[in-house]
């Protein structure tokens, strides 16, 4: 689950984590009084949930309490189009309006899970302000990475030897170790998928402060976060992706034309990877899991098929714990339902696959049989033809 930077900051303020003085608000007049609060120079940042949005004019350096309510009725409602929204954009409903702060150099931390080894990395760099993508293929020997034992947290050796890569000495030096050990611990201590800092600001004065700041989290730790569950904002999420987490499933939205119905994420992959093979676009994938009821195969197919850019679809399924016969009579029962309009290949392997076959036969409905991934791939491809 995806935060907004102000609930970020919130919830890295209660492990110690230093950040700038601000409050969110959705009312020009309200930023305008909070910049006089700060002193009049106030920075006013839109609160949507992607990266970018300083490029995307998001974000505005205000000099006075009147120059910040113009720019917050400016960025208030605005169509926020970065390299992570998508060019649709994204509506900004809330701004946050910052303190500006002094700026003597600005540095990168992130901490995510390194996979390959099992355990939290933290990650640092003197490129801050910078897209970490764009600095790990320029010049990756510009990111230093040090993982860590979650159980133990991030050790003070581990801490000054990451300080000592960010060049940083002093008393600038000893608030950068207490700084990256508390971040470590709001990672570990929330189930965070990630925790960016970016930039990591250090002020003239030698302060080291969170200047931006994201968090993600496992959304299978949730239910041991009841505040941080509060912060979902669904607004900030595809409405399809909504829809289809009311029934425990799976949806992620993609760019292509091809509707892909499938059970299990290694299975999601591969037959996305074999569209892409075979010449097509993944529009979407829709994950029904190994024990979904008939219920909710048909609501899998009613997401699948709202998607305007569906133009044919994918069902494969290799059934184990799922049965082929349930995904049959759900797709029957949402075709009927709902009607096709767009050809519709199905693969079925796995348990009861000719009870499956025959429910899908006996229909009547128009749906393209294949054997395998390839051919199956390869009549989703062809059925695109026909259909335009």
Same mark, same amino acid.
């Given at each position: 689950?995806?935060?907004?930077?102000?609930?970020?900051?919130?919830?890295?303020?209660?492990?110690?984590v230093?950040?700038?003085?601000?409050?969110?608000?959705? @009312? %020009? &007049? $309200? *930023?305008?009084?909070? #910049?006089?609060?700060?002193? /009049?120079?106030?920075? !006013?940042?839109? =609160?949507?949930?992607?990266?970018?949005?300083?490029?995307?004019?998001?974000?505005?350096?205000?000099? @006075? %309490? &009147? $120059? *910040?309510?113009?720019? #917050?009725?400016?960025?208030? /409602?605005?169509?926020? !189009?970065?390299? =992570?929204?998508?060019?649709?954009?994204?509506?900004?409903?809330?701004?946050?309006?910052?303190?500006?702060?002094?700026i003597?150099?600005?540095?990168?931390?992130?901490?995510?899970?390194?996979?390959?080894?099992?355990?939290?990395?933290?990650?640092?760099?003197?490129?801050?302000?910078?897209?970490?993508?764009?600095?790990?293929?320029k010049?990756?020997?510009?990111?230093?990475?040090?993982?860590?034992?979650?159980?133990?947290?991030?050790?003070?050796?581990?801490?000054?030897?990451?300080a000592?890569?960010?060049?940083?000495?002093?008393?600038?030096?000893?608030?950068?170790?207490?700084?990256?050990?508390?971040?470590?611990?709001?990672?570990?201590?929330?189930?965070?998928?990630?925790?960016?800092?970016?930039?990591?600001?250090?002020?003239?004065?030698?302060?080291?402060?969170?200047?931006?700041?994201?968090?993600?989290?496992?959304?299978n730790?949730?239910?041991?976060?009841t505040?941080?569950?509060?912060?979902?904002?669904?607004?900030?999420?595809?409405?399809?992706?909504?829809?289809?987490?009311?029934?425990?499933?799976?949806?992620?939205k993609l760019?292509?034309?091809?509707?892909?119905?499938?059970?299990?994420?290694?299975?999601?992959?591969?037959?996305?990877?074999?569209?892409?093979?075979?010449?097509?676009?993944?529009?979407?994938?829709?994950?029904?899991?190994?024990?979904?009821?008939?219920?909710q195969?048909k609501?899998?197919?009613?997401?699948?098929?709202?998607?305007?850019?569906?133009?044919?679809?994918?069902?494969?399924?290799?059934g184990?714990?799922?049965?082929?016969?349930?995904?049959?009579?759900?797709?029957?029962?949402?075709?009927?339902?709902?009607?096709?309009?767009?050809?519709?290949?199905?693969?079925?392997?796995?348990?009861?696959?000719?009870?499956?076959?025959?429910?899908?036969?006996?229909?009547?409905?128009?749906?393209?049989?294949?054997?395998?991934m390839?051919?199956?791939?390869?009549?989703v491809?062809?059925?695109?033809?026909?259909?335009?």
């Amino acid at each position: 689950m995806k935060i907004h930077e102000y609930q970020a900051k919130e919830v890295l303020r209660g492990f110690g984590v230093a950040t700038p003085r601000g409050r969110v608000t959705d @009312s %020009p &007049e $309200e *930023a305008g009084r909070i #910049a006089k609060e700060f002193g /009049g120079r106030a920075v !006013v940042k839109a =609160q949507v949930h992607a990266g970018g949005r300083g490029k995307g004019g998001g974000v505005k350096l205000a000099k @006075s %309490p &009147e $120059e *910040a309510e113009a720019l #917050a009725r400016k960025i208030l /409602g605005m169509q926020l !189009v970065t390299h =992570q929204t998508g060019p649709a954009g994204q509506k900004v409903k809330k701004i946050l309006v910052e303190e500006a702060l002094d700026i003597a150099q600005e540095l990168y931390i992130g901490i995510t899970l390194d996979r390959a080894i099992g355990k939290p990395v933290m990650m640092v760099s003197k490129q801050g302000g910078m897209e970490i993508e764009v600095v790990a293929a320029k010049d990756p020997g510009a990111i230093v990475k040090e993982p860590f034992e979650p159980s133990w947290g991030l050790q003070p050796y581990q801490a000054r030897k990451l300080a000592d890569a960010l060049g940083l000495t002093g008393e600038t030096h000893k608030k950068a170790v207490g700084f990256l050990i508390a971040l470590a611990k709001a990672y570990v201590a929330t189930d965070a998928s990630l925790a960016e800092i970016n930039p990591l600001l250090i002020t003239g004065t030698g302060d080291v402060i969170a200047l931006d700041a994201k968090m993600n989290f496992d959304d299978n730790a949730l239910f041991r976060h009841t505040a941080i569950r509060e912060y979902r904002d669904l607004d900030e999420e595809d409405p399809l992706e909504v829809e289809a987490s009311k029934f425990g499933l799976n949806y992620i939205k993609l760019d292509g034309n091809v509707g892909c119905m499938v059970n299990g994420a290694g299975l999601a992959m591969a037959t996305m990877d074999i569209i892409q093979y075979a010449g097509g676009k993944p529009a979407n994938f829709l994950d029904v899991g190994g024990g979904a009821n008939e219920e909710q195969v048909k609501n899998a197919m009613r997401i699948i098929l709202s998607d305007a850019n569906v133009k044919a679809v994918l069902i494969n399924i290799f059934g184990g714990i799922m049965r082929c016969d349930i995904i049959a009579t759900g797709v029957v029962n949402a075709v009927k339902e709902i009607g096709i309009k767009v050809p519709v290949v199905v693969r079925l392997e796995g348990t009861n696959v000719e009870e499956g076959k025959a429910i899908l036969k006996s229909s009547g409905l128009a749906v393209i049989p294949a054997d395998g991934m390839k051919d199956a791939a390869e009549k989703v491809i062809a059925s695109l033809g026909k259909a335009a």
